[in-house]
């Protein structure tokens, strides 16, 4: 136990390490974070991003305490102290019709996740994960009075000698900060809730150029907003049990459409190109509106599950999960957003668990799919009209234990996201990702007295 309590600690501190330091610049490159709050979150660990992302109606998987935040009613099968800590690794193509592609990579940390269990029934878990990302830096080069803004390009275009060239730029993220507890009553049923603190800063700039024209005005608009404020998520499982080993469980959660604060600072300014084409220091500020507050209204979520599992061989499920993010308004005023809709559907097989000559047979192989209609509706380029943006996915992953002493127990879990969003009709990017979760997590006795005859 001692040796791999020292490779979870060494391990947790890296992580810690690395991870800071990975989160001090965006931690996205994708054109379509600019809209709304960022890329967000799915919320889940590893184990439940292999399984396509289902979490709504999971708990303890395959006799592990597994943390799940996206619905706090599961903290009531946690019966041992858990820890969850790991990384997240992005690969991202982007792609545009007649234009040339371009591949970007990210890391950071991606969670810290502590569970206690209070009573036989009931746990208290908190922890931190992000909440949303923004990051991205394009032009697009259009004739002078084009009249439109358009989706970005996933690669620069070349300048003629009668052109404007837009540019975006991007980067931040917002971070949750939860705390939570959840509980068993009448055998089958348990309640959760969380409260989370939902910090950071956005910025986003647009500059328009004239490259051709020396000594031009040329302007930036730039908007920095610091978020900070509490929101609130509740859920409930209830377990059908078909026989001691064999359970069916339903499951609902939903986070609240809570309020946030921004703090925000809006400046226009003015400056010129010099003879190589860099921004030179602005020459005045028409608009500069510092320490402005607002509220945001964020939208409520509602996540339903269903799951079956037969205790140490198999478990399957599927979430349907729905935003109202049409409701999403800042400063009061509506952002234009669609609704989203988000299908999860997966599970995973372990061969033998109690196998004792084959390690591999202990392992748990797991699967999924998810499909989101996300609330991205933009305007298209080429064509006119609006192009609501979608992303389809396939996932896989392995949960590896490690050898147990005790009463402590350890999992490694590895999943991999491979899928595409967007489309490359109507001028728009499309993307094709990568992502990659690694976890470490341990279930352990802590906080206990021992009793000796």
Known sequence: ????????????????????????????????????LGDMSSGVLPQNTAMGGIATATNRINGYNNINSLNPASYGYINLTTIDVGVYS?????????????????????????????????????????????????????????????????????????????????????SKAYIGYGFTIFKHLSLGANISYIFGDL????????????????????????????????????????????????????????????????????YTLSSTGTANVAIDSLT?????????????????????????????????????????????VNQGLLDSKTVNVGGQITPNINAINSYWSTVDYRFGAKYDQSYINVNNPVGGGFTNIKSYALTFGLGLPLHPNFQTFYKINVAAEVGQRGTLSNGLVKENYVNIHLGFMINDKWFQRFKFD
């Open 90 to 174: 992005n690969i991202l193509f982007l792609s545009q019709s007649g234009q040339q592609s371009q591949r970007d990579a990210n890391f950071r940390l991606s969670h810290l996740a502590f569970a206690f269990p209070v009573t036989p029934h009931s746990a208290i878990s908190f922890g931190l994960q992000p909440y949303s990302q923004l990051g991205y830096n394009y032009k697009q080069t259009l004739p002078r009075g084009f009249g439109t803004t358009p989706t970005p390009p996933a690669s620069n275009q070349p300048v003629d000698t009668n052109a404007v060239n837009y540019l975006y730029h991007g980067e931040g993220g917002l």
């Open 1 to 36: 136990m001692i040796k791999y309590t020292k490779l979870f600690i060494t391990f947790l501190l890296a992580v810690i390490a690395i991870g800071a330091k990975a989160q001090s610049t965006a931690t996205s490159s994708s054109p379509y974070s600019r809209y709304g």
């Open 288 to 332: 500069n509106q510092q320490n402005s507050k607002t509220k945001i209204q964020l939208p409520q979520i509602n996540h339903y599950g269903i799951s079956y599992q037969n205790d140490g061989k198999f478990l399957l499920g599927a979430d349907y999960t729905t935003g109202k993010w049409s409701n999403l308004s800042i400063g009061g």
């Open 203 to 270: 910025k986003q700039t647009q500059s328009a150029e004239f490259p051709s024209l020396y000594g031009t005005l040329n302007t930036s608009v730039e908007q920095d907003n610091s978020i900070k404020g509490l929101s609130y998520d509740f859920g409930a499982q209830y377990a059908i049990d078909l026989t001691p080993s064999k359970h069916l469980t339903l499951g609902y959660s939903a986070s609240a459409n809570s309020k946030l604060t921004s703090q925000s600072a809006y400046i226009v300014s003015q």
